[in-house]
């Protein structure tokens, strides 16, 4: 599934609780999973991904490899698949909290193939770049394969 889009501002409340907008929550459908992501931030996917994301990534990695294993065992074990409440919000838990820095303030946006949670602090400061910063980002953006009509 694809087509998340967006930059969302919102909170979360003192018991760790948020809601997903609503315009993400739609496509993401029952249960999201959600886990560590890069840069501090939280990858929210459709149940159905993440199950394809961890087939993909990490089925063949030997289980007794100390080292390759690391992200498959981090992302695993600090992942849930998040419930709503009666009021629509997601128990997000400490592990999860603390990995993203978020303390009250948080940005979730659309990034095409899957959702991701920040904390605002951390997010201003990833996104704070030049435009010539921007477009040498672009560079590293690989061509479209070829069509093979």
Same mark, same amino acid.
């Given at each position: 599934?694809?087509?998340?889009?967006?930059?969302?501002?919102?909170?979360? &409340?003192?018991? +760790? *609780?948020?809601?997903? !907008?609503?315009? @993400?929550?739609?496509?993401? =459908?029952?249960?999201?999973?959600?886990?560590?992501?890069?840069?501090?931030?939280?990858?929210?996917?459709?149940?159905?991904?993440?199950?394809?994301?961890?087939?993909?990534?990490?089925?063949?990695?030997?289980?007794?490899?100390?080292?390759?294993?690391?992200?498959?065992?981090?992302?695993?074990?600090?992942?849930?698949?998040?419930?709503? &409440?009666?009021? +629509? *919000?997601?128990?997000? !838990?400490?592990? @999860?909290?603390?990995?993203? =820095?978020?303390?009250?303030?948080?940005?979730?946006?659309?990034?095409?193939?899957?959702?991701?949670?920040?904390?605002?602090?951390?997010?201003?400061?990833?996104?704070?770049?030049?435009?010539?910063?921007?477009?040498?980002?672009?560079?590293?953006?690989?061509?479209?394969?070829?069509?093979?009509?």
């Amino acid at each position: 599934m694809a087509g998340f889009f967006g930059e969302y501002h919102h909170q979360i &409340d003192e018991k +760790g *609780r948020l809601r997903i !907008p609503a315009k @993400l929550k739609e496509k993401l =459908g029952e249960l999201p999973f959600i886990t560590r992501g890069p840069n501090n931030s939280l990858m929210v996917l459709p149940h159905e991904e993440a199950v394809k994301l961890f087939a993909d990534r990490f089925r063949s990695l030997d289980p007794l490899d100390p080292v390759n294993n690391k992200a498959k065992r981090i992302m695993a074990s600090s992942g849930i698949y998040a419930e709503e &409440d009666k009021q +629509g *919000r997601i128990l997000l !838990p400490d592990v @999860l909290i603390k990995h993203a =820095g978020i303390d009250k303030n948080v940005v979730t946006i659309g990034v095409y193939t899957h959702v991701e949670i920040w904390s605002e602090e951390e997010w201003t400061k990833y996104t704070s770049i030049t435009a010539e910063e921007f477009d040498e980002c672009l560079k590293n953006v690989p061509p479209p394969e070829a069509s093979h009509e």
